[in-house]
């Protein structure tokens, strides 16, 4: 969780015998609360959509289609990291295409403002 910490002096006003001094000292803590994991899920799938171009048919073949599961871990920068085919879909052209999808996401890192 990220922690944002802001000081802040604030001022009393009070009415006091003339000579006397008031200092007041008040912190605030303000706390980000982070993604939820749905959230995050729908970002990352959404930057892979933004990536992904779609095999083109040769000749008389019908347009490749399927579902690719890929596995991959998010390294220290942000950047996919150890990207590999987990399951087929059974069309080398549209595998590889998702691949490179993942390969391209900027950062997976959940605090990334959208």
Same mark, same amino acid.
């Given at each position: 969780?990220? $922690? !944002?910490? &802001?000081?802040?002096?604030?001022?009393?006003?009070? !009415?006091?015998?003339?000579?006397?001094?008031?200092?007041?000292?008040?912190?605030? &803590?303000?706390?980000?609360?982070?993604?939820?994991?749905?959230?995050?899920? %729908?970002?990352?799938? @959404? %930057?892979? %959509? $933004?990536? !992904? =171009?779609?095999?083109?048919?040769? #000749?008389?073949?019908?347009?490749?289609? #399927?579902?690719?599961?890929? @596995?991959?871990?998010?390294?220290?920068? #942000?950047?996919?990291?150890?990207?590999?085919?987990? @399951?087929?879909?059974?069309? =080398?052209?549209? %595998?590889?295409?998702?691949? $490179?999808?993942?390969? @391209?996401?900027?950062?997976?890192?959940?605090? =990334?403002?959208?």
């Amino acid at each position: 969780m990220k $922690r !944002i910490e &802001i000081t802040a002096w604030v001022a009393v006003a009070t !009415i006091l015998p003339y000579g006397s001094t008031v200092s007041a000292h008040a912190e605030t &803590i303000v706390t980000a609360s982070p993604p939820t994991l749905a959230s995050w899920s %729908d970002r990352v799938f @959404k %930057d892979i %959509d $933004r990536e !992904i =171009r779609y095999p083109e048919p040769f #000749g008389p073949q019908r347009p490749s289609s #399927g579902v690719v599961a890929v @596995k991959f871990n998010c390294s220290e920068s #942000g950047a996919p990291a150890g990207v590999a085919l987990l @399951k087929s879909s059974g069309h =080398r052209d549209l %595998d590889r295409e998702t691949l $490179r999808a993942v390969n @391209k996401i900027a950062t997976l890192h959940p605090s =990334r403002p959208d």
